[in-house]
């Protein structure tokens, strides 16, 4: 089951100079001498103010919004998820020997603990086609690193495994297929966000709307295209297959609502839980 959830003051500054004060002292005239004794000058104390002065106040154009801001948690949890992928995958190369495949505890522990659920959650339903392709091809290379790195948990009690074995040779090939989307995933994320920043934001849809039982039924496919029929990692969703919604009941498989790919799949949604998916693939 996948589930989506919807997330002037101007300060015036006024200077004032202060003079220092200014005592003139009298000349003393001795008697006799035709004169009077002279009275000192009064001391004086002059004040010369400087004209206020008002900051001019600056305004900045507030930026624009843009769907970056309903996407900011995704590109947040993409890259927390990120940098989970690469502690978890230096570990499992160090369990790579000439001979033998023997992952430490903490190389499967690494491996136990990485979930791509938080950033599929992120994802708003709604988005235009080309920002729904690039940000579900951001989450494909999370998907697809991680499904190649899961399948070494479950082979947990078999190591030290020779290289010789049909397992190891299955293990070391899916541990392969998350090179490629490993070296994509930072100009994927970075196209994702430029297009992001110059797309208006939409309106998110109704959680059970048809474009929300669209974006779980493109999840769905992504996790499975990596993980189904024995697959492990490697598949990089590029384009957005088409969806053809056309109910009906089956001999075998019962009720379905449509093709996605040209394959059957059935949608169902559950309040408070999100949407359940199934895809005939296998």
Not at 221 to 232: A, D, H, L, T, V
Not at 246 to 252: A, D, G, K, M, R
Request: with cysteine; glycine share 8%; net charge neutral.
């Amino acid at each position: 089951m996948f589930t989506v959830r919807r997330r002037f003051l101007g300060t015036a500054a006024v200077v004032a100079v202060l003079a220092g004060s200014l005592a003139a002292c009298g000349r003393a005239v001795a008697p006799g001498a035709g004169g009077t004794p002279s009275s000192p000058a009064p001391a004086s104390t002059t004040f010369t103010p400087t004209p206020a002065v008002t900051a001019t106040p600056t305004y900045s154009t507030p930026p624009r919004a843009s769907e970056a801001d309903q996407l900011a948690g995704f590109f947040a949890a993409a890259q927390v998820a990120d940098g989970q992928l690469r502690h978890a995958a230096t570990l499992v190369n160090e369990g790579v020997g000439t001979k033998t495949l023997n992952f430490s505890p903490e190389a499967l522990a690494a491996v136990k603990a990485l979930d791509m659920s938080p950033v599929a959650q992120a994802i708003p339903a709604g988005l235009p086609p080309e920002l729904l392709r690039q940000t579900l091809l951001v989450y494909s290379d999370l998907v697809s690193r991680h499904l190649a790195l899961a399948r070494i948990y479950e082979f947990r009690s078999e190591y030290p495994m020779p290289l010789t074995t049909f397992d190891s040779k299955y293990l070391y090939r899916c541990m392969g297929n998350g090179a490629t989307p490993a070296a994509r995933f930072g100009g994927d994320l970075a196209a994702a966000r430029a297009l992001a920043g110059e797309t208006p934001p939409v309106t998110p849809p109704a959680p059970d709307s048809r474009p929300a039982a669209e974006l779980a039924l493109r999840i769905y496919q992504i996790e499975q295209r990596n993980s189904g029929c024995m697959e492990c990692g490697g598949y990089v969703f590029t384009t957005l297959s088409p969806i053809v919604w056309q109910p009906e009941n089956e001999p075998i498989i019962g009720h379905s609502d449509g093709y996605i790919n040209g394959i059957r799949f059935r949608v169902d949604y559950h309040t408070g839980q999100g949407w359940s998916v199934t895809i005939w693939a296998c």
